[in-house]
């Protein structure tokens, strides 16, 4: 899916976050958006993810601006899928319990056998039934990644998602990134991990393009 963003303006009271900002993210690319702090990483996916409101502007979506309330629950609970930082994952219940929540949203039939296949290729295996909090933070992280990769969106909006991993799963989560656009889908990655870099098609640097559009007017 195809995002454009065109002058966008968002302010937090009296500062002023984005300017007239102008953007475009191209479906079936690993985009990966860095900058230093404070520039707006990620009010911008939240702007993107639907959960973050701005001041005036548009936000296509493959050429659809979306409005209403209803529009925007179809495109969370079909089309956009979250990595967060904290993981958005309930730690008192299961691996398995978490998981199965994307074919309750979705009204899937459940299948355990795919849950446990995708785990496996995070080296998740046999975590089925254990409970989130038992797991370490670059596992609930992992867990995270598979539940919206089980989602199937066309986007996932990626915060750090690699900031608790070590080497090894840190290659295989930005390699099952990096696949799931090879079928028409958007990726979009904020973090200050310079190894995600090789992983992208597109690199924004959005502090420069902020810089470089207030050098014009």
Same mark, same amino acid.
């Given at each position: 899916?195809? %995002?454009e ?14 300017d007239?900002? #102008? ?9 990966? %958006? ?10 911008? %996916?939240?702007? %993107? ?23 925007v629950?179809?495109? *969370?609970?079909? @089309? ?24 309750k949203?979705?009204? &899937?039939?459940d ?5 446990? #296949?995708? *785990?496996?290729?995070l ?11 038992? *797991? ?9 990644? /598979? @539940?919206?990769i089980l ?5 996932? &909006? /990626?915060?750090?998602?690699t /900031? ?9 989560v930005?390699?099952?990134l ?6 028409? @889908? ?13 992983? /992208? ?17």
């Amino acid at each position: 899916m195809k %995002i454009e963003i065109k002058n966008l303006n968002k302010n937090f009271g009296n500062h002023v976050l984005f300017d007239n900002l #102008n953007l475009e993210i191209e479906s079936n690319k690993v985009t990966c %958006i860095y900058g230093k702090s404070g520039c707006g990483k990620t009010t911008i %996916i939240d702007i %993107i993810g639907l959960i973050e409101k701005f001041n005036s502007g548009t936000v296509l979506y493959d050429g659809i601006a979306i409005k209403s309330k209803n529009d925007v629950r179809n495109m *969370l609970r079909e @089309k956009i899928g979250f990595i967060f930082q904290d993981f958005g994952l309930i730690e008192n219940e299961t691996v398995y319990q978490n998981m199965k929540m994307v074919y309750k949203v979705r009204k &899937l039939k459940d299948q355990r056998t795919t849950i446990d #296949n995708l *785990l496996h290729d995070l080296n998740l295996e046999n975590m089925l039934d254990r409970k989130v909090f038992e *797991l370490s933070g670059g596992e609930q992280q992992r867990v995270a990644i /598979a @539940k919206t990769i089980l989602k199937n969106p066309d986007i996932i &909006l /990626a915060d750090e998602p690699t /900031a608790s991993l070590d080497t090894e799963n840190k290659k295989i989560v930005l390699t099952m990134l990096r696949d799931f656009v090879d079928s028409g @889908k958007t990726v979009i990655i904020v973090s200050h991990d310079s190894e995600i870099l090789e992983y /992208a098609d597109i690199i924004i640097d959005l502090a420069e393009v902020k810089k470089r559009y207030e050098q014009t007017v």
